[in-house]
C-alpha cells in the first residue's frame, strides 16, 4: 500500500511570467493529510508495520503528527499523538479527526517529547519528524515524480525545518544524476538554523526559535541536512513573517490553495523577485502544504500586522 498520492505538477503562468522564468509547483499541499511529510512518513510506518511494530508515537503538534495519524488509520494502527499546550484547537482537532489517541502534555515541544519517550514500549515505533533514513527515502519520491513527467529544473526551491524535506529532494536528485540542481532553502528569520550553520561555517543549533512559521521551527537542522548543504550546490535564504504570510496570500489568489507560512516563506522569494533567483530559469517549487493555518487566521495576522 503506498499512503501518499502522485500529485499534480503545475506550471505556473501565474508566478512564471512576471519573473520570466519557468516556473513548476509541486503540490504537495494536496497530499491526504495535507503536507508532503506523508511521503517520508507513510514509508517509515509501513516499515514499522512489516517489523510487526503494534503501535505508533509520535511527539509533533503539527504536520508531522498528522500524517502519524493518518498513516496509523490507513494501517489500522494505534497511535499516540503529545502535543504541548501549545498546539492550537484547529491542530488539535486535525489529530483526532484521524482517530489518533491525543495527549496534550507540557509548555513546549521538548516537555512533550519527554513525555512521549515515557509511553514508549517494545511494540512501539517512535516517529521522528524529520531525521531518518526512511524518511528521507520517501521524501524522495516527489523528484521522481517530477522526472517523470519530464520536467528538469536547474533549482528546487523548498522550506526547511529540521533539513527532513531538504535531505529526502537532494537525495531524489541524486538518484536521478541531478548533482548540479541546486537547492533553494528557506526559512523564516526566527527560524533559520540551517541559514546560520552555513553563514558560521559550522552546525549551530539556535537559543530559540519565533514566528508564524511554526512548521519551521527546528532549533537545530539533522546532520545529514547540514552534510548536504557542505556537499550539494545549496542557497539558503531567509524572510519576514510577513513576508511569508503575504506570499500565502497572494498563493491564494492565484492558485486558489490555502497554504501556511511555512510554504509561503519558500513562494515569497518568487513575489519578491529575490536576486538568489536569478541564475535559474527553470525552477520547481514545493508547494509543502497549508494544514495548520487557517483563512481567518492568515487575514487577522496581517490586519493586525502582530507580525
Ligand atoms: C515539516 C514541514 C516543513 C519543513 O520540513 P523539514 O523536513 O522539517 O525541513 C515545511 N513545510 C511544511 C508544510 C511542513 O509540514
Known amino acids: 500500500m503506498i499512503l ?9 503562468h501565474a508566478l512564471s511570467d512576471p519573473l520570466g522564468k519557468q516556473i513548476w509547483l509541486k503540490m504537495d499541499a494536496l497530499q491526504p493529510s495535507g503536507s508532503f511529510k506523508i511521503r517520508g512518513i507513510g514509508h517509515l510506518c509501513q516499515h514499522h508495520a512489516q517489523q510487526g511494530k503494534k503501535r ?19 494501517l489500522t494502527i494505534p497511535t499516540v499523538v503529545v502535543v504541548p499546550e501549545s498546539t492550537s484547537e484547529h491542530a488539535r482537532r486535525l489529530i483526532q479527526r484521524e482517530k489518533a489517541e491525543l495527549h496534550v502534555v507540557g509548555k513546549n515541544w521538548q516537555e512533550a517529547h519527554e513525555y512521549a519517550l515515557t509511553l514508549v514500549q517494545e511494540d512501539d515505533a517512535l516517529i521522528h519528524p524529520f531525521d531518518d533514513p526512511l524518511l528521507w527515502e520517501g521524501h524522495a519520491s516527489l523528484i521522481a515524480e517530477v522526472a517523470q513527467m519530464g520536467v528538469r529544473p536547474d533549482a528546487v526551491l523548498l522550506a526547511v525545518g529540521g533539513g527532513g524535506l531538504l535531505s529526502g529532494v537532494a537525495q531524489g536528485l541524486r538518484e536521478q544524476g541531478w548533482d548540479k540542481t541546486t537547492i533553494i532553502a528557506v526559512e523564516t528569520e526566527g527560524t533559520a538554523s540551517l541559514g546560520e550553520s552555513v553563514r558560521q561555517r559550522q552546525h549551530i543549533t539556535l537559543d530559540e526559535v519565533s514566528g508564524v512559521a511554526t512548521s519551521l521551527g527546528a532549533p537545530r537542522v539533522c546532520d545529514q541536512a547540514y552534510a548536504i548543504s557542505q556537499s550539494h550546490p545549496t542557497t539558503c535564504i531567509q524572510v519576514s513573517d510577513a513576508q511569508a504570510v503575504s506570499a500565502c496570500l497572494r498563493f491564494l489568489t492565484d492558485h486558489r490553495v490555502l497554504v501556511e507560512p511555512a510554504c509561503g516563506a ?26 495548520t493555518m487557517t483563512l481567518e487566521q492568515l487575514v487577522q495576522w496581517r490586519a493586525t500586522a502582530q507580525i
Open 4 to 12: 501518499h498520492l502522485e500529485t499534480p505538477l503545475i506550471y505556473s
Open 56 to 74: 505508533f508515537i509520535i511527539s509533533s503538534g503539527g504536520n508531522a503528527g498528522i500524517a502519524v495519524a493518518y498513516a496509523g488509520r490507513r
Open 266 to 291: 519558500a513562494l515569497s522569494t518568487l513575489y519578491l523577485d529575490h536576486e538568489a533567483l536569478a541564475p535559474y530559469k527553470n525552477i520547481l517549487v514545493v508547494v509543502c502544504g497549508g494544514n
